[in-house]
């Protein structure tokens, strides 16, 4: 997906708060949570998360989403990761 398209289907779906995120090669965090829902494009990189038992990993284009307060797990590769997220 393009940044442009992302941006417009963040603004339709009302994800008004949008944060450019970069994570460090090889790095990770544990299991977490947040308290909003995140939906991000990738921009750089790649970013595998692991959610209720499943791992799907993240490359440049590719989209992901989180519910509010949903557990995670999340690690990056060997460039790291840089993403676009909508919160709300």
Do not use: W
């Not at 997906?1 to 090889?26: D, I």
């Not at 965090?29 to 038992?53: C, N, Q, V, W, Y």
């Amino acid at each position: 997906m393009e940044r442009e398209q992302f941006v417009s289907m963040l603004q339709a779906e009302g994800f008004s708060n949008m944060v450019n995120v970069t994570r460090e090669p090889n790095g990770a965090m544990e299991s977490h949570t947040h308290p909003f829902e995140a939906k991000a494009l990738i921009l750089d990189g790649e970013i595998r998360i692991r959610t209720g038992g499943i791992e799907r990993i993240y490359c440049a284009g590719d989209v992901f989403h989180l519910r509010a307060e949903e557990p995670h797990f999340e690690s990056y590769g060997p460039q790291g990761v840089r993403y676009l997220v909508g919160r709300k």
